[in-house]
């Protein structure tokens, strides 16, 4: 959410505005009419003139669109693309230079063709292409086995071969979100997103609202998706309400020869070379999928292939991963690129004919796997392989606490101590930058890196790192980014680095003395305390310094656990007072008011915890009157959902909790790519945060570990709902996905196929961190088709017990999903995890005692019932208070038993 109530941040990529649009001539002729026509599923219009769509409604809910066709009288002109538009690049011979070719470039009226039989409309092409294209093109639209394709074939009309590098396909719907207000967006706009798995790829177009009616595109024919591109040619005003287009590649061998050159492609850049009068035909198929959880039945219904990857496509190297494939025909071969990266072995198939592989990561970062079926189909599997999770956030935690750790005395801005900003790339600390919050420690951008490892003390606590985070947060933090005394005391400033070249001595700054730029705030507007969404980081920080004192003894020294609970308390209660306009709006890391509130009333606070429940419910109560309670400052947002779901959920508003996970499950879907899998949607905040500043989908930015906190917490109330441990799990993992070997942990992830790099800048990361370090738990379920499974650990069976391993960097939370129960740890560490089916008894194999874990204290929730009704309790000897038990751990391992009550 960094900076986002700057709106009018310059987009450098923003050729036109709206208004400049509706200035530029119209070339698609609507004002000729459309045709139109019925399939099985759609009521679909074409522009009769172009034959592009201007209308794709699915019969069930005939006012709704898939594509703008609302905005079709304002992208009328040239370089607008419509769905059943082509692009190309092509070379005549096997050498020379790339020519473009596009039907969107310069418009003119196609020319019909005789529909028949399946084809319901029909175009040849050459009236919109340049005259010197080498190849007759033409368009139909048609019906096969019930379903809407769209097929262009392509002839070479000459007596050289023509070899095609690209050919592209815009999948042009309507994600454009420019003046909707979160009703409309939900009524009326799309999401969409690629699985780029070659012959089994595919694009799922989701309803904003999560429900019915999503789409599927499907390859037609031979046409696998071997890349997405972003169609930036298209004047289409891009930003924080629209991200753009992007087309499906079947070829992309001359954007790698090109653009691409210095990116590592998803999948191997192909061409093909049509000879004199040779003909080729490529194309994709729309079917209706359902809500956005079916579409893998829906796959299946269509004989496609659906691969599902267990813990997910992210893959720490101790953790023994699975992939299961079902589809119709054989497996003929199995490769891994690049080789020895990962080792896959077949294992027996389950019952219900599922294909089962073991999956090892053997070298750290991304690998394809390609899987060719005995039917000539292609498809791959993208993976990250990574240290293993403890390994990961041990680097992370040195990385912030060495390398961006900023000690200077006599800084002007009062950041010293702290951990600071980042630039991986110049391999130096931000201490300036145009957006002045980056190298100001607060908001998300400038509070990432600390907040980042601060949360990393609650999951992998280490001493020398605790020091320096108590000075941080006793120096800097307290009384200079939070206010420590007057009648804004808990108050939180937006940043400590201003711009204030008039009245700071020569040489403060590098940026020139005239730079006129909106995000060079002056002293007044960065010290300004309305900024609601800089508190919850604040607060984060003082409980995490809260649990650490109350549950060790000797990490913390400076301050008593019941300063720092205080202090989180206050700065809770400081945001609605005096930031109350965003706070009426889910805050990013909002979840922390929720886990504050609960450890007051475990130490018996009550008058405290009163208040803030009374201020909490406030806001809960607003957000209940809403048809969509996850608003923002922005026209549509993916940040908010976490602490509206977790709010609504505590206070009974189930209806809400249910719109905004189904709105959550609407933009973070499961596919078999680990950029994709679990990632929250998010397209601007490189703007605001990042080293290279564009409209872009990000990968595996901080809404994947935000996000999945809902999405987790449902599983947990409905353990049987695989999907959602899958789609939580992916966003906890991918949080960790984009963190280097050396530890430096970036804003985000470049989608584009011409970077595919992380970003330079560490940015808002820390908020993400937060996410992984609140949802970091071994979870265990037994699957209908797949059997004992568990992610974030290694399982197996031994004498009619399931033992985990778990291999999370904390190894502090469990959750058995048939006994319904969650097993947590505030002090100590899981060894071991023995469950026994038939008696439902749950046995915690803990680590020994050391130096500042003298003690274990655990505690359990039943989130959902067990099967029977049946509750839980401890059998081990232990001390019950603040709402847990107190364990006394000695230089052994010690064993907890958890016996299941019978109803």
């Known amino acids: ?243 753009g287009f992007h087309e499906w590649m079947v070829h992309s061998k001359a954007y790698a020869e090109n653009e691409w050159q210095k990116a590592e492609p998803w999948n191997q850049p192909t061409s093909v070379t049509l000879k004199p009068g040779e003909a080729k035909s490529y194309g994709v198929r729309f079917v209706l999928g359902g809500t956005p959880q079916n579409l893998e039945k829906k796959l299946l219904q269509n004989n496609r292939p659906v691969a599902v990857g267990i813990p997910g496509y992210v893959l720490p190297q101790d953790v023994n991963g699975k992939l299961f494939i079902n589809y119709k ?131 992998l606590p280490k001493k020398s790192e605790i020091d320096k985070l108590q000075r941080f947060v006793e120096e800097t933090l307290w009384g200079r980014i939070q206010v420590a005394e007057g009648p804004n005391k808990f108050g939180v400033r937006k940043s400590l680095f201003y711009y204030a070249p008039d009245s700071l001595p020569a040489g403060t ?15 007044k507007e960065a010290y300004s305390l309305g900024r609601s969404y800089n508190y919850p980081h604040v607060a984060a920080a003082h409980w995490v310094l809260y649990r650490l004192a109350r549950h060790h003894k000797g990490l913390v020294t400076s301050q008593s656990w019941n300063w720092y609970l205080s202090n989180a308390y206050e700065t809770a209660m400081a945001m609605v007072r005096l930031a109350p306009h965003y706070a009426e709006f889910g805050q990013m890391e909002g979840t922390i008011f929720y886990m504050i509130l609960k450890d007051l009333k475990a130490e018996g606070k009550s008058e405290m915890a009163g208040l803030l429940e009374a201020e909490m419910k406030k806001r809960a109560i607003h957000w209940a009157s809403l048809p969509y309670p996850f608003g923002s400052e922005m026209p549509w947002d993916s940040t908010g959902q976490e602490e509206v779901y977790i709010w609504s959920l505590f206070f009974g508003y189930e209806e809400k909790a249910d719109v905004t996970l189904n709105a959550i499950l609407a933009y973070m879907p499961t596919v078999p790519h680990w950029a994709y899998n679990g990632n929250a949607r998010r397209y601007w905040d490189f ?89 970091s738990a071994t979870y265990l379920t037994q699957h209908p088709d797949f059997g004992w499974v568990t992610f974030g650990g290694n399982v197996s069976e031994k004498n009619k017990w399931v033992e985990v391993q778990p291999t999370t960097a904390g190894r502090s939370a469990a959750f058995i999903a048939p006994a319904g129960l969650l097993v947590s740890l505030q002090a100590g560490k899981m060894k071991k995890i023995a469950y026994h089916p038939a008696s439902g008894q749950v046995k915690i194999t803990l680590d020994a005692a050391d130096t500042f874990t003298p003690t274990a204290f655990l505690t359990t929730e039943q989130p959902s019932q067990a099967k029977g009704g049946a509750t839980y309790s401890l059998k081990t000897k232990a001390t019950k208070q603040r709402g847990g038990y107190e364990v006394n751990l000695s230089n052994k391992e010690t064993e907890v038993i958890i016996d299941r009550q019978k109803k």
Not at 182 to 206: E, F, N, R, W
Not at 510 to 523: D, E, F, Y
């Open 687 to 775: 703007l605001y945060a990042g080293g290279l500043p564009r409209v872009e989908r990000m990968i595996h930015h901080y809404g994947s570990g935000l996000n999945a906190i809902p999405v987790l917490t449902e599983y947990r109330r409905q353990p049987d709902n695989f999907y959602l441990l899958r789609v939580g799990y992916g966003g906890v993992l991918g949080t960790l996905s984009n963190i280097t070997e050396e530890g430096f942990a970036p804003a985000a992830f470049h989608s584009y196929p011409a970077s595919l790099h992380n970003d330079s800048y560490s940015g808002d990361y820390g908020p993400g961190f937060f996410g992984y370090a609140v949802n």
């Open 329 to 459: 025909s054989k497996v003929r071969s199995i490769k891994t690129e690049p080789e020895g990266a990962l080792v896959i072995n077949a294992a027996p198939s389950t019952k219900s004919g599922w294909k089962a592989y073991a999956v090892k990561g053997q070298k750290w970062g991304r690998a394809r796997v390609t899987i060719q079926y005995e039917d000539g189909l292609v498809q791959t599997v993208h993976y990250k392989m990574i240290k293993p999770e403890q390994e990961t956030v041990s680097d992370f935690g040195n990385f912030l606490t060495t390398k961006q750790w900023f000690e200077k005395e006599g800084d002007r801005f009062g950041r010293s101590p702290s951990v600071i900003s980042y630039d991986n790339e110049k391999k130096q600390q931000v201490l300036e930058d145009n957006r002045v919050w980056i190298a100001g420690l607060s908001d998300e951008a400038g509070a990432g890196s600390w907040l980042g490892a601060i949360m990393k003390q609650s999951v």
């Open 509 to 523: 700054y590098t940026i020139p003395a005239n730079l006129k730029v909106w995000s060079l705030w002056p002293k």
């Open 1 to 243: 959410m960094l900076g986002c109530l700057l709106l009018s941040l310059p987009l450098p990529l923003l050729a036109q505005s709206w208004k400049d649009l509706a200035q530029r001539p119209s070339t698609l002729n609507v004002e000729q009419g459309t045709i139109s026509f019925q399939t099985p599923s759609f009521q679909v219009e074409l522009v009769k003139a172009s034959q592009t769509v201007a209308g794709l409604h699915p019969k069930s809910e005939p006012a709704f669109d898939y594509t703008p066709g609302d905005r079709l009288k304002v992208r009328g002109s040239n370089g607008m693309y419509h769905l059943g538009d082509l692009n190309l690049r092509i070379r005549q011979g096997q050498s020379g230079p790339w020519k473009s070719f596009s039907t969107a470039s310069q418009r003119k009226p196609v020319q019909p063709l005789a529909a028949q039989g399946t084809i319901l409309a029909a175009a040849d092409l050459a009236n919109t292409l340049p005259a010197d294209l080498p190849l007759t093109i033409k368009r139909f639209w048609q019906v096969e086995q019930g379903q809407l394709v769209l097929r262009f074939e392509l002839t070479n009309r000459t007596t050289t071969p023509v070899e095609i590098g690209a050919l592209g396909i815009p999948m042009i719907f309507n994600n454009i979100l420019e003046g909707k207000d979160l009703v409309k967006a939900h009524a009326q706009s799309v999401l969409y997103d690629p699985y780029i798995g070659q012959d089994a790829g595919y694009l799922q177009v989701t309803r904003l609202h999560g429900k019915d009616s999503s789409l599927l595109v499907l390859p037609y024919g031979n046409s696998p998706f071997e890349a997405y591109n972003p169609l930036n040619d298209d004047p289409t005003p891009r930003g924080i309400a629209f991200e």
